[in-house]
């Protein structure tokens, strides 16, 4: 059998979590979301206690924690708020490939100063013109002696506007599709790097989203992470390692939903009982329950997956797929348990739905999802 | 500066107590014990004069059954503490606090201490008796209800402060004392990501519970049981705020009797 308990490391890993979520970011979750404020001062603080680097190894600076250690940091936290979890985490994903694509020379040179202080880095891969099929971006990267010129637009990037560092997807050569696509290390001082203005946001609303345009930027070619063309492959590799902890992120903002709900049941009467007492609720919460479990176990299995050294492609997809949509309809119940009260803003529960949507869009639709899926499981069949 | 904090673990603030199957004592089981409250501003404490006082070392002990005790002194390490000494009972200890002090002056006579610092009372049972025992059996002075502790170098004395609801007192005394602290004016730091999984590896100085004095407890807890639950709280229907306002004044003066 399989055994599920966790170490006592993990243990305080996630208390250290839990006590985080709910002293620091839960007080301001519904301020930060009604007036779409980027509470920096959270992540600050996140950063001194060493939440967000959590994928870099000690030697860099970072908190060197493994996929199921970072799951059951990011459950805890999203607990709390889902868009602030997102901009927490964030670095992760802009680091990853140089972890995964940087020479040792190149991670010392990037990571070491990064780490050593607080700060935001970004992931740059989505377009205007397209997200899910990232070989037909557009931005340019042109070879000019020691360096390139990168030209072109990136969209919907967590913590752009406020981040320093950028891992910029850009092609060589459009006709080459995926084979042109060429990964960079860009600063955000770069003379021709030109971060936006914050989206506008359904939810994740204390999350910054932004565009980041690219005119005539001039990068190092010591800047670029392998070689030109390998650039798709390891943003596929580094979505791999990152869309498990979206699936612990989703899980978070579902067992929110629950705890809510649950506790709104057993207070609310109705009929002169309770309604947790109506049968008509009691297979909510048992549903939602089901769900938010089935979420949890899967996250952990894929991240024990990746944690063995597999790639875990089709775990983390599934994951991440099932555990958002959990969220989504977890969230929808705990309003319908509420009522007409879940539906006004003075309550905690519509902001979850709001959360829960982006979960299932970002870090690859789910449509994306369920096609990897597919292809994973029909190559078992061929 | 040697300095002493004696830490207790105790039930996670949020923790669905009961009591155990013989109806005695609270039922450890599934119950998940941490450092906090008072304790947590005597960590504080300790570790504010170490960085104030250069070449203080301080050691957190713990008094308690495994892996409770040990769980409770690596969260102090965590924290900041140099070392760390478990007094293993066994066993579910003794609930009496004076067995607690017991336990901790009998491991203490044989650690150096400059100063021995508590939280004023325990988080759970708030016997807030420990301190004032421990000042006792060691033979030394002790104070609760303490906030700010300082060391004044110049003449080899701590001065502190007494904060009670009805109070204030400042005191100066030289060591070695006992102090128990007030709880969160100090407003206790939260232990870091790499101090955690270092702290997993930390040291912990297992020491068996000192043998029993002539004076050995004869106590013996015969019930334990909650609070029973709180009466509901009374809902005023009204129609306007005046309304509101009259029907409120009313069950204060009539039921609640709060005012003639």
Redesign the interface.
């Known amino acids: 059998m399989p055994d599920f308990s966790l170490t006592?490391?993990q243990e305080?890993?996630r208390?250290?979590a839990r006590?985080?979520a709910r002293t620091e970011m839960a007080p301001h979750a519904a301020e930060a979301d009604r007036t779409a404020r980027f509470p920096e001062e959270i992540y600050r603080k996140a950063y001194?206690?060493?939440?967000t680097n959590l994928n870099v190894p000690?030697e860099y600076g970072g908190?060197g924690l493994g996929a199921l250690d970072q799951c059951l940091i990011v459950e805890e936290l999203a607990h709390a708020c889902g868009g602030m979890t997102t901009s927490i985490i964030a670095n992760c994903l802009a680091l990853e490939p140089i972890l995964l694509g940087g020479t040792p020379e190149q991670k010392a040179r990037f990571l070491t100063p990064f780490c050593a202080q607080y700060g935001l880095a970004s992931f740059a891969l989505t377009e205007p013109s397209g997200g899910s099929d990232a070989g037909a971006l557009r931005t340019r990267a042109r070879r000019e002696g020691d360096h390139y010129v990168l030209d072109g637009e990136k969209c919907f990037i967590t913590n752009a506007p406020h981040a320093g560092l950028y891992t910029v997807f850009a092609t060589v050569d459009p006709e080459r599709r995926h084979k042109g696509i060429t990964a960079f290390v860009v600063s955000r001082s770069t003379e021709g790097v030109l971060p936006g203005k914050d989206e506008e946001k359904m939810g994740h609303r204390a999350s910054s989203t932004g565009t980041i345009r690219f005119e005539g930027a001039k990068v190092p070619v010591a800047n670029r992470l392998g070689e030109e063309g390998e650039g798709f492959s390891l943003a596929m590799r580094t979505l791999d390692q990152t869309r498990t902890p979206i699936g612990a992120l989703a899980t978070g903002i579902a067992q929110a939903a629950l705890d809510h709900a649950a506790a709104y049941s057993l207070k609310r009467q109705s009929f002169g009982k309770p309604i947790a007492q109506h049968q008509a609720i009691q297979i909510k919460l048992a549903n939602m329950v089901q769900a938010i479990h089935a979420a949890r176990l899967l996250t952990w299995h894929a991240a024990w997956t990746i944690d063995q050294g597999a790639r875990g492609t089709l775990e983390s997809s599934i994951a991440k797929c099932f555990a958002s949509d959990a969220a989504f309809a977890v969230a929808d119940e705990a309003i319908q348990t509420f009522g007409g009260y879940g539906y006004m803003k003075d309550y905690p529960v519509e902001k979850l739905l709001r959360d829960a949507k982006l979960t299932q869009i970002y870090e690859g639709a789910n449509e994306i999802q369920r096609s990897v899926i597919a292809r994973e499981l029909l190559r078992a069949y061929e | 500066m040697e300095i002493v904090v004696c830490i207790k673990p105790v039930p996670e603030p949020e923790t669905r107590l009961r009591a155990a199957p013989d109806g005695r004592i609270l039922d450890p089981e599934g119950v998940k014990y941490?450092l906090t409250g008072y304790d947590e501003s005597a960590v504080e404490q300790a570790l504010l004069l170490k960085e104030s006082v250069p070449g203080s070392k301080v050691r957190a002990v713990s008094f308690g059954p495994s892996?409770r005790a040990e769980?409770t002194l690596?969260?102090a390490v965590?924290l900041g503490c140099d070392s760390a000494t478990w007094i293993d009972s066994g066993a579910e200890p003794s609930p009496d606090p004076v067995d607690v002090a017991r336990a901790l002056a009998g491991t203490l006579r044989s650690l150096p201490h400059d100063l021995v610092l508590c939280g004023k009372q325990a988080g759970d049972d708030e016997a807030g008796l420990v301190a004032g025992a421990l000042g006792e059996l060691l033979g030394v002075p002790d104070f609760g209800y303490v906030v700010d502790l300082r060391w004044d170098a110049a003449r080899s004395v701590f001065t502190f402060h007494r904060m009670t609801e009805t109070l204030q007192e400042s005191w100066e005394a030289p060591g070695p004392l006992v102090i128990g602290l007030q709880q969160a004016w100090n407003d206790p730091r939260?232990?870091?990501?790499?101090a955690?999984?270092k702290?997993?590896k930390a040291p912990i100085d297992k020491v068996p519970v000192p043998a029993p004095d002539a004076h050995a407890s004869r106590s013996r807890a015969t019930t334990f049981a909650l609070p029973p639950p709180r009466a509901g709280a009374k809902l005023i229907e009204y129609k306007t705020p005046e309304e509101a306002a009259e029907r409120l004044v009313k069950v204060l003066r009539e039921e609640a009797k709060v005012f003639p």
């Open positions: 006592p490391e305080s890993l208390d250290l006590k985080f001194d206690l060493g939440l000690t908190s | 941490v892996p769980e690596r969260a965590a939260t232990a870091k990501l790499p955690i999984l702290s997993r």
